[in-house]
């Protein structure tokens, strides 16, 4: 089966927004976990840190600007 511009680009919103869901229910996780485990706290916001810093980075090698 041959994808259209169309079809490819129609995948890839829908693998963004699942992927999407996932991290967001994976990082509300964690902080509610934190909420529960103080000494967690710091790993958890160093990952919200390097999560947005590969975003920030991303979007310099993409050329793209959110």
Do not use: C, F
Not at 23 to 39: D, F, H, K, W
């Amino acid at each position: 089966m041959t994808l259209t511009t169309d079809r490819i680009a129609a995948e890839l919103l829908e693998e963004t927004l699942l992927t999407l869901e996932q991290v967001s229910t994976g990082v509300t996780v964690m902080a509610i976990g934190a909420t529960r485990n103080p000494e967690q706290s710091p790993r958890v916001r160093q990952l919200l840190g390097d999560l947005l810093a590969l975003i920030q980075e991303a979007e310099g090698d993409l050329g793209t600007y959110a």
